[in-house]
């Protein structure tokens, strides 16, 4: 820490010290990812096990958590051109859409080996769904940072209640019959993505508290009154993906409230 108060310090100190703790953050991400979570969708999982006789209610689910990841180009794209002088939040937002690609892959496997859906169907949802376009709810690189913050962390929660389902944790009627390893495995694996995505933005959030701290908690209130998951308006059916999410205890306004704030 700087021996002077972030308040004596010029605007251009203070982007120059959050920029320098950034790009830290950055590469120790990136050494982490490489070491610790480097998978593969198609081969890390065994998708001939994956079970076929999932009930309505999680296949509707798992269709949400596909059709959610189909707009990582748009999420990629969009946030990149916000921070793209930032080398360290560029270079980490190419690492985070790798990441998510990969997610968007193992998401599209669970729907195409549950045999819920046909080739066709998928393809043709693909298209339909990517003939819509992802926008930025904020279009500043502050209030953007407090939502992928809440957001990362509302998408763990989803897929951490996913897996407890697939462990057979819950005892619901809709989903008594849907323990399967393989998915378990899946959800565990890309909420553990989406945990050290979560710390990465958490860390850079603490970042701009301290250099700014009026304008980060102006922006975060923001972001809190409004924040709603992406695709809420372009995705079809979303709302029946909401409702089988929030019925199931994987993510409503009550984990929301109490998991994610």
């Known amino acids: 820490r700087s021996p002077h108060a972030p308040g004596l310090l010029s605007r251009a100190e203070k982007d120059r010290r959050i920029e320098r703790g950034i790009t830290g953050l950055y590469r120790w991400y990136l050494d ?6 480097n998978w593969n969708p198609d081969r890390h999982f065994n998708w001939r096990a994956f ?28 946030l990149l051109q916000l921070v793209r002088k930032s080398y360290g939040r560029a270079q980490f937002q190419v690492r985070w859409g790798t990441e998510e690609q990969r997610h968007m892959d193992a998401w599209q496997n669970t729907v195409l080996f549950s045999r ?4 066709e169907w998928i393809e043709d949802y693909k298209e339909a769904l990517r003939n819509n376009e992802w926008q930025l709810p ?7 940072l407090f939502y992928t913050l809440i957001q990362e962390r ?3 929660i989803n897929y951490l209640n996913a897996a407890a389902i697939a462990a057979g944790k819950v005892d619901t009627p809709e989903h008594r019959n849907d323990a399967d390893p393989v998915l378990e495995k899946v959800c565990i694996a890309i909420a553990t993505d989406e945990a050290a995505h979560y710390n990465f933005f958490n ?4 970042l701009m ?8 908690v102006d922006a975060l209130v923001d972001v809190i009154k409004h ?18 999410c929030a019925q199931a205890a994987v993510f409503g306004p009550r984990e929301y409230a109490g998991d994610v704030l």
Request: hydrophobic content about 35%; overall charge negative.
């Open 32 to 37: 982490r990812s490489q070491s610790t979570r």
């Open 51 to 78: 079970r076929t006789d999932h009930s309505p209610e999680m296949n509707y689910i798992l269709e949400g958590f596909f059709a959610v990841e189909q707009y990582v180009p748009d999420y990629v794209n969009k």
């Open 116 to 119: 819920f859906r046909s080739v």
């Open 138 to 144: 904020w279009d500043d690189a502050m209030h953007m």
């Open 154 to 156: 509302a998408t763990q």
């Open 203 to 206: 860390e850079s959030a603490r």
């Open 209 to 216: 508290f301290y250099y700014y701290p009026s304008q980060s």
């Open 227 to 244: 924040f709603a998951m992406p695709g809420v308006d372009i995705i079809p059916n979303f709302r029946r993906f909401q409702e089988k």
